[in-house]
């Protein structure tokens, strides 16, 4: 696909079997429910993905199975963030062989380069790379965050770098000033954090948004919304849905998962990643905030 990347770009959680191996079923069935539920893109295994508790083969499985469900329908975007700039290549070399649409990636997330050394990593990623590369710029400690001024400089001097997703804080100043460093040299900044800057972001200029994908349905409505004008009904859409994006902040990838679990699109809400797992009083919350928001699902 050639077409710009524009809209809600879904990352695809990593479902798990009860015993913690990876569900190839289930992945299958979440690519097909982003698509039906108007996702613009597809992206992963990034940190909603639980990428770190993966093996690289299992990255290598995971890219397989979402390219050859999503058909082409939609763009696929690999992130192949790893320690060192060697696996980031090998897993970017298998997803250009395998068809994928693009690859995303952060500066190595343990080693965390200097500016010069984040620089070389992109250099290195852009030379062995056919297809347009998103830089993922995101708070440590997972992140090493990068200026707007060198995110510009990455994206002007390096031919396949055409894409940024900017989720460092203050995340919608930080966009506007990545887009105006950057100018035309950058396609498109993309945000992130599930959305919740959205109604800031969008005047600002952004490309689109990397959510998780438990609500994409309801994250497609409210860009659609945004994109013909209808401001009211967005602002009314997002404050119905700012109490989940309340809960998501505070307990991330199992709200994701136990969302995805309840709408039966997964057969459990297994993670392999730490965190703190829900009580019954959260389990409590969420069953009412759900009551308030489940007649927005398409699906």
Known sequence: MSQTWCGIFAIVITPFQENGELDESGLRKIVHFCIQAGAHGLVGPANASEFATLSDDERRRWIEIVVAE???????V???TSGHIIPTLSLAQHAQRIG???IMAMPPHILHP???GCYRYYQALSLASTI???IQNFNSPIGTPMTPELL?????????VEYIKEETTPEPQRISQTITAAGDACKGVMGGQGGVYLLNEY???IAGNMPACHTVDILVKLWNMLKTGNQVQARSLFNRMLPLMNHERLYGISIYKEVMFRRGII???TRRAPGQKLDQHDFAELDLILTDVESLFEI
């Open 70 to 76: 999503s058909g082409g329908q939609i763009p696929v």
């Open 78 to 80: 690999a992130s192949v």
């Open 100 to 102: 994928t649409d693009g």
């Open 114 to 116: 200097d500016a010069d």
């Open 132 to 134: 347009p590369i998103c």
């Open 152 to 160: 510009a400089r990455i994206c002007g001097e390096l031919e396949q």
């Open 203 to 205: 005047p600002r200029g």
């Open 267 to 269: 057969q459990s809400p």
